[in-house]
């Protein structure tokens, strides 16, 4: 179950999305999911579907690692999911309910056709968020992605926020990641070996099952911490004082070609979302 | 030349004590060492004996509480010298897992030289010069945590090499990997050596110290003996009373001569050493 993690795993290869600035992708992985907000329309949700399949075709990632990224989110799908389909009412109170049950006197549970698709409209805006991020994940090295980060808050060193430091510590995360993974499965392991039950008994049973995994990970964490400060002090770190870089980050035709087509389609997906609440006229839009 | 002095060094770590109060717990003790630019030098002991406090000592990661630690001439208890003593003193450390600080192998190695400042252009050449040195040229883009042990600790070398250091320290670099990974890792140290690189070995692996160009041996915080390997393994009652072996081949070869067989008692090679004692049943 925790190796389905592959947020923050980089998988390489060499293609187009690669090969962009971690700049680029960045702001446009944010326009997209600013905009997966603004689709109202499952036809423009077939957009963005296009969209993104071609997005991962290009990027040359399989799409099984794209989508085994939704499995992390499985349980927040559902719950909010079946939160939409019972709590949404109908568009007037005309509106007879698909499904109705009434287990008791004063209480009922309906189902209408709008809890039907505002349920399915926020399932698939919460993957293609999920999706999206994870295809920037996917293709960019945690480091380009801290640089990326480092060189797009540059602004905010006027106002004295510790930019280095704040990038160096995503960058850390980022790559400490699998080994607390590998940590806290063979933990999960050594402590099933001695007898330990995760599966059984209440949800406090449970919850308290997981002290005697969470503790040895925290001791672990902290010793680790402290072998990499050192391990980071004997390497002469001393925090972002005349620190170089060896990455280079150049734009090429490669982000002005991926912008262009980013800003276009969202461009028309901010414009159809106007239009539809202006005129409420286009009637497709709100299918 | 001498490149490391340690000088009548002490340090003492923070302990609780069974009722709360704080007491210490040695460290190191009165040790007093010296290396010589271009060695190859062994530290063996036991778990505790103060081996891995002496490293951190060497490059100003702990400062010694009495006596002076120098290093080409700089003082670690000067605050100013630390980084110029941090640049002559590579040092590589025990889980691989957790000296590195990127997830590609190429970033990792860059990461000392950037921390001095150097050019964007030089850094890539010294990390393509630090990885083609420990052999691992082809894992440049490669990404650290799908490496062996072995791998992942000659990448670390390689983040060491990078920075251009005088002395090499490995503190129990070889510990954590499995026999394939320790040999490849001191096949490193060795080439390294031979290129000029002051080397010091911290291991707890007896086998190890056979190449070596001297010993020293710790217990308790002290450095009790400093010698060639030979003297070292032919010391028995020392080795006896800090707990350590020599060596099973060099054991083996030291028993038979004594028994009266005629082979060589410094013998190392365990090939030779059993063609030599078929030679002798034969006689």
């Keep these: ?287 | 030349m001498e490149i490391i002095r340690l000088d009548n060094v002490s340090y003492y770590y923070k302990a609780y004590n069974d009722d709360g109060t704080v007491g210490s717990a040695v460290g190191v003790e009165g040790v007093t060492l010296s290396v010589e630019e271009g060695d190859f030098v062994a530290l063996v002991g036991h778990n505790g004996c103060g081996k891995s406090t002496l490293a951190k000592l060497l490059n100003g990661l702990l400062l010694p509480q009495s006596g002076v630690v120098t290093v080409n001439g700089l003082k670690t208890s000067e605050k100013e010298n630390i980084f110029e003593i941090r640049k002559n003193v590579g040092m590589v450390f025990q889980n691989p897992d957790n000296q590195m600080v990127a997830s590609i192998v190429e970033e990792d190695v860059a990461f000392g030289p950037e921390n001095l400042g150097v050019p964007q252009k030089e850094i890539a050449e010294r990390v393509y010069d630090a990885l083609e040195q420990v052999g691992m040229s082809d894992y440049a883009k490669s990404s650290p945590h799908r490496l062996s042990g072995g791998q992942k600790q000659r990448i670390a070398i390689a983040g060491a090499l990078a920075i251009r250091p005088k002395v090499l320290v490995l503190d129990e670099s070889t510990a954590m990997l499995d026999p394939l990974g320790r040999k490849e890792v001191l096949e490193v140290a060795h080439k390294l050596n031979a290129q000029g690189m002051t080397v010091v070995l911290i291991t707890h692996f007896m086998e190890e110290v056979l190449d070596c160009d001297s010993v020293v041996v710790m217990n308790g915080g002290h450095v009790v003996s400093v010698g060639t390997p030979n003297e070292i393994f032919d010391n028995r009652s020392l080795l006896d009373e800090v707990g350590l072996r020599a060596p099973r081949t060099v054991e083996l070869a030291q028993k038979l001569s004594e028994a009266g067989f005629d082979v060589n008692a410094r013998e190392r090679d365990a090939r030779k050493l059993g063609g030599d004692v078929c030679l002798n049943l034969k006689k």
């Design chain 1, 1 to 287: 179950m925790l190796r389905d993690v592959t947020f923050g795993q980089y998988y390489p290869a060499d293609s187009f999305v690669h090969k962009m600035d971690a700049r680029i992708k960045l702001v446009l992985t944010l326009l997209y999911m600013v905009g997966i907000f603004f689709v109202q329309s499952f036809v423009v949700f077939g957009f963005v579907t296009v969209l993104l399949l071609a997005v991962v075709l290009v990027s040359r990632v399989p799409l099984r690692s794209v989508l085994r990224s939704v499995r992390g989110i499985v349980v927040l799908l559902v719950f909010t999911a079946i939160l939409n389909l019972f709590f949404t009412k109908g568009a007037d109170a005309s509106e007879q309910p698909l499904w109705a049950w009434s287990p008791w006197n004063g209480f009922t549970i309906e189902i209408y056709v709008n809890g039907l698709k505002s349920a399915a409209k926020i399932f698939l805006r919460l993957v293609y968020l999920v999706v999206g991020s994870c295809i920037l994940t996917l293709t960019t090295t945690p480091v380009d992605l801290t640089h990326a980060v480092e060189s797009l808050l540059k602004p905010l060193r006027v106002v004295k926020f510790p930019v280095h430091e704040f990038a160096l510590i995503m960058s850390l995360t980022l790559s400490f990641i699998p080994s607390l993974i590998e940590e806290t499965d063979r933990i999960i392991r050594a402590q099933k070996a001695r007898g330990a039950d995760f599966d059984t008994g209440g949800l406090v049973k449970r919850a308290k099952a997981f002290v005697p995994i969470l503790i040895p990970l925290l001791v672990g964490g902290f010793r680790r911490a402290e072998e990499l400060a050192n391990a980071m002090n004997s390497r002469c770190y001393e925090g972002a004082t005349k620190r170089t870089c060896m990455r280079v980050m150049k734009l090429s035709w490669r982000d002005l070609v991926a912008s262009l087509v980013m800003v276009i389609f969202f461009t028309g997906v901010f414009l159809l979302y106007g239009m539809s609440s202006k005129w409420g006229g286009i009637v497709w839009l709100y299918y």
